[in-house]
């Protein structure tokens, strides 16, 4: 019976009027794109075609961009092909082989493959590579569009099929040599778009969770029996939206309230997000019982890459969770940021799949049509220096001639190679270090791993930087109220936590508090500080943690013995409280293991174009200590602004900053003394700089000068907009 019914589903995907040209097409090309609508079956169906089509094919891969769908679809796919998981079909994710000698198709993420293509870029075991899902346009998968691209030239009868949902179509077969397009024809029905009215997606940011609960709801009680898929961004807000939609549903009377009552009688609700174990997800794919209707909570995970069937109408949210880089802080962050055109139609295209449908979007019209027409490629939006030494890490010697599908910009990849070198993340060949091989387990910046790792393994005093990490890892905690007056109150509560060595203490000065007082709301709110942001912090801590324990990289505290229930020390909060408790030059040290890239020394003397900030806060003339270009002040919020300082300091003569912010003048933020002796070895390292092949290539050094050129010419621009700014 079973075994009919999935036949039967087989047969009726759109593929399978294709399966006998589709098969034909692959024998014939060794490159081919292959584009269809979401949930045609293509990856289900295709790499079965080609178990059951192919005699002597070894093994075939298929990459998909996330775990749960390796997962899924490898678990769907055995079941479909009556053996059991791990036998014929299996997947491979990090941490989890469920494959054996037996199989033959093999879904694992494209992580994965790239690393089994750094040991061996012949890809020698298979016969097949598939790339599915191409579309999302991952680091990963941009990556091994390069490296398939080499392996081809090396191994040309190796089969290379790209497979894509309708996205990005011609540019895949330009870039892999002008190959072959075989569309599968789409067989979708007409989907209803209802635009809300008038709201913006920029008023939505704080409301979207609440109003995709109220549109599920209204979908349930008001339209005709069919299932509802709802996308939000995240774990928390979707198993929040789960808990609000069963709680509006107690106090619904279906006789009254439910416009369909003979149809619809109850509901039942799931989440689904790339962390949620595997045996709650197979309960999505169920039909739900008689009567009753499915509602799905989702990330973007359902938009292309795992199809839920029997949804018929789609509730868009307009937002999405996504890796993006903040030149602000120099670092990657998960942001919720509004879709793209091409999202919210495949989005809205989930509820026509078996029958017309309608979709519900919580934006207007005229918002839908400013967003971005295409989603940017996340190599594009990622910070370069996390992504050169992932590439690194996989072993991809000559990044700047490596072969991107969309290259990111060479002068900001060269300038990621010279801070990794200096970071100690590769060597003078460009090779990666064993210190660089353990920065790359976090999920951080290079900066602040770097300093992580010193922590742990040099100061012992890993658990406070830690703290400081995740703090260093979100938005602003401090909150900027819009009255003068608020200004002043806030500028005046921020001080109970300046430290005299600068933001760094300051800020676990902060988060102690913060988990002294049990992450209260109120308490943050009476002074200013965004909780949220705080929580985030705390999350992303724990996270840390976590993933040391995991990797056996020490936790250690600095801690002070006896101070810790000293309830006197604990109200004297104001100056030398850290220090009696912490041990605060080791944490300096740790930063400045990465941050003496970024030092600065207080000018002795009043060079002409300093004139105006000179006279607003004498002492806070700063020179960038390795470019001797750029003309830097201490922000104002900070805890060494000199009129913040807790302790007059005369010989505050050197500083190291987080980040710089370009206003009417560079700030550095987040400032911390810094010792000369700390540092002097390190400095050293630009010295050697110069004779560095940091991309592993054989650059002819004219090119290499030209870069350099390039660069000084890039700081004399930005320094001399800064003292043209000053002169105003
Ligand atoms: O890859 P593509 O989006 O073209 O389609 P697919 O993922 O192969 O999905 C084909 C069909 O299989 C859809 O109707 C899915 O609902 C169904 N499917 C399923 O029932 N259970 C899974 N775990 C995966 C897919
Ligand atoms: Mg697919």
Redesign the pocket.
């Known amino acids: 019976m079973i075994a009919t019914k999935i036949l039967k589903?087989r047969e009726s995907?759109p593929?399978f009027s294709y399966r006998q040209e589709i098969i034909d097409a692959i024998k014939k090309e060794n490159l081919l794109v292959i584009i269809?609508?979401?949930?045609?079956?293509?990856?289900?169906?295709i790499p079965q075609y080609i178990l059951e089509g192919f005699e002597n094919c070894r093994l075939i891969g298929v990459t998909q961009p996330r775990r749960i769908a390796a997962i899924?679809?490898a678990?769907?796919v055995s079941e479909e092909h009556g053996t059991r998981l791990g036998e014929d079909v299996g997947y491979s994710i990090r941490f989890d082989d469920c494959t054996s000698s037996k199989t033959r198709l093999r879904y694992m993420t494209d992580g994965v493959l790239l690393r089994e293509a750094t040991l061996d870029t012949q890809l020698e075991q298979y016969d097949i590579i598939i790339v599915?899902?191409a579309h999302e346009r991952t680091v990963e998968t941009d990556v091994l569009f390069g490296l398939l691209k080499a392996t081809h030239r090396l191994r040309p009868e190796l089969k290379i099929l790209i497979?894509s949902?309708t996205l990005n179509v011609e540019k895949f077969s330009d870039f892999f040599n002008g190959c072959p397009i075989f569309f599968i024809p789409g067989r979708t029905f007409n989907v209803n778009i209802n635009h809300h009215r008038d709201a913006k997606i920029s008023s939505l940011k704080s409301t979207y969770v609440q109003r995709a609960v109220e549109t599920a709801l209204y979908v349930h009680t008001q339209e005709s029996p069919g299932d509802v898929l709802v996308f939000l961004t995240g774990q928390n807000e979707i198993d929040k939206a789960c808990r609000d939609l069963i709680a509006r549903e107690k106090d619904l009377d279906y006789r009254t309230d439910v416009k369909y009552a003979d149809e619809v009688r109850g509901m039942v609700v799931y989440p689904i997000y790339s962390t949620l174990e595997t045996m709650e997800q197979?309960a999505i794919?169920d039909d739900p019982p008689r009567y009753t209707r499915k509602i799905v909570f989702a990330t973007n995970i359902a938009q292309?890459?795992?199809?839920?069937?029997g949804i018929k109408y789609v509730v868009d949210s307009g937002f999405v969770k996504q890796k993006s880089y903040d030149p602000t802080t120099g670092m990657d962050a998960l942001l919720v940021v509004p879709i793209s055109q091409a999202a919210a139609t495949q989005r809205a295209g989930r509820a026509g799949?078996t029958a017309p449908g309608k979709a519900f979007r919580l934006y207007s019209r005229e918002s839908f049509e400013k967003l971005d027409e295409e989603t940017v490629p996340e190599i594009q939006r990622s910070s370069l220096l996390s992504t050169v030494l992932s590439l690194k890490k996989m072993e991809i010697k000559d990044i700047l001639n490596f072969e991107f599908i969309d290259p990111p910009d060479p002068l900001l990849v060269k300038n990621a190679l010279r801070q990794l070198f200096l970071l100690g993340a590769i060597d003078n060949e460009g090779k990666l270090t064993s210190l660089g091989d353990e920065m790359s387990i976090f999920p951080l910046s290079p900066f602040l791993s770097r300093a992580l790792i010193a922590s742990a393994r040099q100061f012992g005093c890993s658990k406070e930087v830690m703290t400081i990490v995740s703090l260093l890892s979100v938005e602003e905690v401090f909150i900027s109220p819009r009255t003068e007056k608020k200004q002043t109150e806030a500028d005046e509560r921020r001080k109970e936590f300046y430290h005299p060595s600068g933001d760094h203490l300051t800020l676990l000065n902060l988060f102690e508090a913060y988990q002294d007082n049990g992450h209260s709301r109120e308490w943050c709110r009476d002074r200013y500080l965004n909780h949220r942001t705080l929580s985030t912090a705390k999350n992303i801590r724990d996270q840390l943690r976590e993933l040391m324990i995991k990797h056996n990289i020490p936790l250690i505290s600095c801690r002070k013995k006896n101070s810790h229930n000293d309830e006197r020390e604990k109200k004297k909060r104001k100056l030398n409280y850290l220090d009696a408790k912490y041990d605060s030059i080791k944490i300096l040290e740790s930063f400045s293991t990465a941050y003496y890239i970024n030092i600065a020394k207080r000018h002795s003397h009043r060079p002409v174009f300093y004139h105006y900030a000179s006279a607003r806060s004498p002492g806070n003339e700063y020179v960038d200590a390795n470019s001797s270009l750029l003309a830097l002040h201490i922000s104002p919020v900070s805890a060494l602004f000199p009129e913040n300082r807790v302790v007059k300091m005369d010989d505050l003569d050197w500083v190291m900053y987080h980040n710089m912010l370009y206003t009417n003048k560079a700030l550095m933020k987040v400032v911390s003394r810094v010792n000369l002796e700390w540092v002097e070895e390190k400095l050293k390292l630009f010295k050697e700089l110069e004779n560095a092949r940091l991309d592993g290539s054989s650059v002819a050094k004219e090119s290499e000068d030209k870069i350099v050129e390039n660069d000084s010419e890039k700081n004399d621009a930005k320094n001399k907009e800064v003292i043209e700014e000053n002169e105003r």
């Open positions: 589903q995907l593929v269809g609508e979401t949930g045609s079956g293509k990856t289900t169906q899924t679809v678990t769907r599915d899902e497979m949902a197979k794919f292309t890459s795992v199809t839920i069937p799949r």
